[in-house]
Nanobody, 120 residues
């Protein structure tokens, strides 16, 4: 079993920055991909950014390109999302997601979510 603990959400003014963190714990697994998603009430959860465990490949939604940066620290099993130049429309609950391999089986896990509110 994999546990994900997120931190770093909060209230920020438009144009400000926040950094989200998500630490994975557990044993007997390897992480092959990490990502951040977001969701607002009444809408489907959407991908914000993802990164392979090697860090070689990243993928960003068009609405965050140039403003958000995803990174990971494999030694800490942690994925980060640096969010700059935040806009009110970035307000959402942000969830981290990891894809794992354990014993030849693939797994997929979600964090509990952290609220990000962009408002003056």
């Amino acid at each position: 079993q994999v546990q994900l603990v997120e931190s770093g959400g909060g209230l920020v003014q438009p144009g400000g920055s926040l950094r989200l963190s998500c630490a994975a714990s557990g044993s007997g697994f390897s992480i092959y991909i990490l990502g951040w998603y977001r969701q607002v009430p009444g809408k489907e959860r959407e991908l914000v950014a993802s990164i392979t465990s090697s860090g070689v490949r990243t993928n960003y939604a068009d609405f965050v390109k140039g403003r958000f940066t995803i990174s990971r620290d494999n030694a800490k099993n942690t994925v980060y999302l640096q969010m700059n130049r935040l806009k009110p429309e970035d307000t959402a609950v942000y969830y981290c997601n990891v894809g794992t391999i354990a014993g030849g089986s693939l797994g997929n896990y979600w964090g509990q979510g952290t609220q990000v509110t962009v408002s003056s």
